[in-house]
């Protein structure tokens, strides 16, 4: 009566239904789709007041900024969503502007929780 | 392509990708951890350059362009270009567990992806680059680690990022 695999399965089928419909995405889709999660990611941590630039010194920083950890942070998970063809509806331009905000709430809430940064007696000596 | 030109040629490549990037970045000015700075002033003991030290510490004791550039093209053999933006990706954890910006490590494993994209069109497989990068690294901390200190500092002086001291 309640078949627990076949429930879950068919539950998470849901949401895959329009992942497997476009699989063959064409590399200009994909283009646009990574183009699309970095402009949203940008465009949501400038919204969320995070700064452009890191503080100076740019080479040493560990504030967390708009240009620098939250495209790198889309990306990377729209790429493992991309090797795993699930891309959503829209040849993947929802899925990727999704990523996009959740990774800018991400590095502006919690992202010092997530990765703190190093004490300065013992973590890393002579950081400015 | 012949494999053993094909590897030799990665191996200058992907040599080239991870000093120049680290370099620019800023490895061989300050340690970034403790061990970077007993690293360098070791082989500064031995007779090397210090900012090369500090270059070899650094890359030794977190993910920097030198492990990104493998992991890029390890990802690329696995999965393509979005392999070498995964491995961005997790050299970027990577980095920020080791105490570390993170700014060589990502922006080294994007080059890299770049690169063997390339020169996927020349025929360099990412197996080359896999082989050519650890002959790379090789050369910087196996072979002779105080001349390669000597060569790393004079490098960093090219690009005014040798260590004050």
Known sequence: ?128 | MNEVIGIIIAAVLCWLNFVIVDTYFGLPEQPGVRGARIVGEDVKRRGGDIAGGFFQGNILCSPDASAGTLMAAIGYLLLGIPGGIIAAFLIFIGNRLCADPGYAGTVGSLTATIIVFICSFVGLTPEMFIVGMVIAILTVQGIDQVRASIFLGKIAQKFNRHAEE
């Open chain 1, 1 to 128: 009566m309640f078949d627990l695999v076949y429930n879950t399965i068919f539950f998470a089928s849901f949401g895959n239904i329009y992942g497997l419909s476009n699989i063959t995405l064409s590399l200009s889709d994909v283009l646009l789709a990574y183009i699309v999660a970095i402009l949203v990611s940008i465009i949501v941590a400038l919204v969320l007041r995070l700064p452009l630039l890191p503080s100076k010194p740019y080479r040493y920083s560990f504030d967390v900024s708009a240009l620098y950890p939250t495209p790198i942070i889309a990306i990377g998970i729209f790429s493992i969503f991309l090797v795993l063809n699930y891309t959503f509806i829209y040849n993947g331009i929802v899925l990727a502007a999704i990523i996009g905000i959740i990774s800018a709430l991400f590095v502006k809430y919690l992202f010092d929780f997530v990765f703190p940064k190093p004490l300065d007696e013992d973590g890393g000596e002579d950081i400015q």
